[in-house]
């Protein structure tokens, strides 16, 4: 008996890249979204929960939302740094 394709409501929270591939590529190309993945990751895509083993989900749907004009949400620097705050004022030295 042939399994149906995955749909977005049907993956499990945390997916695998060849998972979230069938739902975004569809069956024929499934394999081709881990390496987009990689390249996607540079623009926020989340990367794999070295524990749990896959992306969560619902913020892969959110950066394809974003990706594609459909939020106006930003999705928060991949890197985890922030910029420098200034009041713009000259900023306070230390005193030694």
Known sequence: MKRQPYTLDTLPLYATDEEIGE???G???KGEFKGLAVLLERQGM???SPLLGGRY???VKQF???Y???SQSVPARP???EGEWTSGRNARKARA
Request: proline fraction near 10%; charge should be negative; aromatic fraction near 4%.
């Open 23 to 25: 739902v975004v590529l």
């Open 27 to 29: 069956v024929e190309r």
């Open 46 to 48: 989340p990367k794999i």
């Open 57 to 59: 989900v619902p913020a």
């Open 64 to 66: 394809f939302d974003t």
């Open 68 to 70: 594609n004009g459909l």
């Open 79 to 81: 890197d985890g740094t």
